[in-house]
């Protein structure tokens, strides 16, 4: 069965360093989304991404944070200078489509910044 | 600010036994989706529920929505240990699809 696939499970890295987390959406798959979840806490929508552009994003998605589709299989979400308050689950997700298909979400990246 | 509110947060129950989660939410949708997540774990989709009056069943869940009461309902019937996990429901708050606002998550403890 298709799945999204993430990399690294775990990350751990010092405040202030730059982070890239991996994504491989469901190959057939046209949007791709990220989602945090702080320990406990509920998921957080972070951004989606259509047609090699951001569709929408929160505005925890602040300036620090980008995504990119780098060639045809893989999504990245990078952080470019750590804080603590990054630390989280990270989730990736994909759908066919935009409305009324539901996105399939990958095993996440527990990004933990010291 | 669109507010999902799951109850009850926790639950610890019998097998064999009877229960139902609610979720609330505060705007208009009637794209709602419940999931499911074992510790450690992704996000299961469990089910989609695109109209009002959606019911939807797999096993020994029940989900339904109601879109004018702005309620969803996640019916576990004659639970199971196996039913043990965390599950949230998300509404679907774009116009154009998926942006997700997800409820707090309910626990469920499934005790033999």
């Known amino acids: 069965e298709p799945e999204v696939t993430q990399t690294p499970s775990h990350q751990v890295t010092q405040m202030g360093q730059e982070v890239i987390l991996r994504c491989v959406p469901i190959s057939n798959h046209l949007y791709f989304y990220w989602y945090r979840q702080i320990l406990g806490q509920k998921v957080e929508f972070l951004v989606s991404?259509?047609?090699?552009?951001?569709?929408?994003k929160s505005e925890i998605f602040d300036d620090q944070f980008s995504v990119e589709r780098p060639d045809g299989s893989n999504f990245t979400l990078k952080i470019r200078s750590t804080k603590l308050e990054d630390s989280a689950m990270y989730f990736c997700?994909?759908?066919?489509?935009?409305?009324?298909?539901?996105?399939?979400f990958g095993q996440g990246t527990r990004l933990t910044v010291v | 600010e669109l507010k999902v509110e799951q109850n009850p947060l926790f639950l610890s129950m019998q097998e064999g036994k009877n229960y139902t989660i609610y979720c609330n939410y505060s705007t208009t949708s009637d794209r709602l989706y419940w999931y499911r997540q074992d510790p450690g774990k992704s996000l299961e989709s469990l089910f989609v529920?695109?109209?009002?009056?959606a019911v939807k069943q797999e096993g020994r869940l029940m989900a339904s929505l109601d879109t004018k009461a702005r309620l969803s309902t996640l019916h576990i019937t004659a639970a199971v240990h196996d039913l043990s996990a965390t599950y949230f429901c998300a509404v679907d708050i774009n116009l154009y699809g998926n942006k997700l606002v997800f409820g707090a998550g309910t626990i469920l403890r499934v005790k033999s």
């Open positions: 991404f259509y047609n090699n552009e951001i569709s929408e």
């Open positions: 997700a994909s759908s066919l489509q935009g409305m009324n298909t539901e996105a399939f």
């Open positions: 529920l695109l109209s009002n009056g």
